[in-house]
């Protein structure tokens, strides 16, 4: 939680081996991540974590169905084996239907889950979350949400999100609190 | 793993059609010119090669004046001689050493007249010799014996139903310089307008028809005895007509023409048109190649947020290098294979069109394997090549900026 320039999206860039600190040690599963180079960051992404984002950020050319494959194609997984988890993935969040739909074929909640399915992909142990509801309806947030919730319940996934709304705050087991880039409470 | 990646860019390829295709416009002009200008050229290489009945490696021809190509219907000042043809008979590495005679005559038919090449031919063994040589057989019909009189063999040109509109079949009358005669064969097309459309007449006819004196040969045909003395032969040749002509080197009024011989003097004609045709095309190709740069870093920048989006999933600095890497390697590449189909298919109409209105087979079109597999390794090199640094620019993006992007 903080408000907007308090430093959430930059904490959850360097958990998410997208960013490196200046100074600092970050350990994630035991590995000082800030000492790693662009290579060792990619793998630890591609393996380790799973990105949602608030503006979904599919990649428009790509089916549905292409769009939960393609981080497996980085790690090296066959097409065929990419392909049928990509569509149990999508069945699993409800989508089993438009899987060859590209994102502008799909509406705003229909993305975010596709997203949800990518971020799935590659089974990491973290997903991190930026404002996942930021652009959808509250029917359609609190979907996700649910969904999110039912993800770190059943498949044990650490889920890590990023908002500055209480009432979506009040569902995390855990809320840290932000301001001026330090944390300033802990739950 | 390459597949995927070729797949991948090849889709982001697809889905700008317009803008690969203009992309490609450079690099297919200038294959396209590559391979039809070097195409005509070899077809123009061999074609004149067999005009003059120079697709033997073996024969050697002696001409009267220096002008290369088919002795003209004009009589040469200093005439070969039936001495001249004993001598080079005699030399060392010779075969067969035989005269000819080679005039334009007024053939008719049907009510028809056309214009043709009466080239005569040698009694006996040499007679024999010449077939071969030449490749001269008949295709419908006989050939000339020794002794056949008012007798002639013609071009498979000349007995073409377009030629006199009617086909000319043995058996058949015309007349040739007004002079009545039976067609005894036809000959077999060689795709050579000079064999095909020739008419072959006994030497005594061929004199007597002309009004040629005795002793006098527009050229004499020599055959040696290996491939390989051939310019040896040559040599020797050169040195006996120059004592017997009272000439110095470098003052011949006469040339001695191998196959080799020939092809070398079209081939200094065809190296300055294809150094041209190189200039121009290498300066297309590099207008492409700085287009394909163009389109990509683009590219580069349109998908900035595409590239911190697939960062963020796991590509690594690689991956993302390799993804635009291809993507210009497909540019370059699909740029060949259109520019080699254009160029083929233009070569092969331009040959037609030149055959139509010039009227002669010098226009053929040869592709070599060599040339169509050189231009597409080309033309993908020069798509990699010029893809290099908009793909470094692509993989070195910092994720977070790259992500951040907006459009």
């Known amino acids: ?187 | 793993m390459i597949a995927d990646y070729l797949k991948f860019s090849f889709s982001n390829l697809k889905s700008r059609k317009l803008r690969s295709y203009l992309t490609m416009l450079g690099i297919f002009i200038g294959i396209a010119a590559v391979v039809s200008l070097i195409s005509l050229g070899e077809g123009l290489r061999y074609a004149v090669s067999s005009q003059f009945g120079f697709l033997g490696a073996d024969l050697i021809r002696v001409n009267v004046g220096s002008a290369f190509g088919p002795p003209g219907s004009s009589t040469p000042s200093n005439p070969l001689t039936t001495d001249n043809i004993n001598q080079i008979a005699k030399l060392n590495g010779v075969r067969m050493a035989a005269g000819r005679n080679l005039r334009q005559v007024k053939m008719t038919f049907n009510g028809k007249t056309s214009f043709a090449m009466a080239v005569s031919m040698p009694d006996g063994r040499e007679r024999k010799e010449i077939e071969e040589l030449i490749g001269y057989s008949a295709a419908k019909g006989r050939m000339l014996k020794d002794g056949d009189r008012s007798l002639a063999v013609i071009g498979a040109s000349l007995a073409d139903k377009e030629t006199f509109d009617k086909e000319i079949v043995p058996g058949a009358s015309a007349t040739i310089q007004g002079k009545p005669f039976t067609v005894a064969g036809i000959l077999k097309k060689k795709g050579s307008f000079v064999i095909d459309g020739a008419i072959l007449l006994n030497e005594d006819m061929h004199r007597e028809l002309m009004g040629l004196p005795k002793d006098q040969y527009d050229f004499i045909g020599v055959r040696a005895a290996n491939l390989k003395d051939v310019d040896a032969v040559k040599g020797s040749i050169e040195k006996l007509l120059r004592k017997k002509r009272n000439v110095k080197e470098g003052e011949e009024d006469f040339s001695v023409e191998t196959a080799a011989s020939a092809i070398s003097q079209i081939d200094n004609v065809l190296v300055g048109v294809n150094i041209f045709v190189f200039l121009i095309a290498g300066i297309s190709l590099v207008v492409g190649g700085i287009g394909i740069m163009n389109t990509m870093y683009t590219a580069v920048l349109e998908r900035t947020k595409e590239i911190g989006i697939l960062k963020a999933i796991g590509a690594g600095t690689q991956s993302i290098f390799s993804l635009f890497f291809l993507e210009s390697g497909i540019l370059g590449l699909l740029g060949g294979i259109i520019g080699i189909a254009l160029g083929v298919i233009g070569t092969l109409m331009l040959a037609a069109l030149g055959r139509s209105i010039v009227g002669t087979d010098l226009f053929q079109a040869r592709f070599s394997p060599l040339l169509l597999l050189g231009s597409l390794a080309f033309s993908f090199l020069l798509g990699i090549i010029f893809g290099v640094a908009p793909a470094l620019r692509a993989a070195k993006m910092h994720p977070v900026d790259a992500l951040r992007y907006a459009k």
Do not use: W
């Open chain 1, 1 to 187: 939680m903080g408000a907007s320039g308090s430093g959430k999206s930059t904490l959850m860039n360097l958990i998410g081996c997208l960013d490196i600190p200046t100074k600092g040690r970050i350990l994630l599963m035991g590995k000082n991540i800030a000492a790693l180079a662009p290579s060792g960051l990619a793998a630890m992404r591609g393996k380790l974590i799973g990105f949602i984002f608030q503006q979904f950020n599919l990649i428009p050319t790509l089916s549905a169905l292409a769009n939960v494959a393609i981080p497996m194609m980085f790690q090296g997984v066959p097409s065929e084996r990419r392909n049928a988890r990509a569509s149990q993935l999508l069945g699993m969040v409800g989508l089993g239907d438009r899987v060859h739909h590209k994102p502008s074929e799909l509406s705003g909640g229909q993305q975010q889950r596709v997203a949800i399915a990518r971020a799935l992909a590659n089974d990491p142990k973290i997903i991190l979350a930026d404002e996942p509801t930021g652009n959808l309806d509250s029917t359609m947030g609190h979907k996700v949400i649910d969904f999110l919730k039912e993800l770190h319940k059943k498949e044990k996934k650490t889920i890590l999100m990023v908002t500055h709304d209480e009432r979506l705050a009040k569902e995390a087991e855990r809320i840290i609190y932000l301001k001026d880039g330090k944390i300033i409470k802990r739950g």
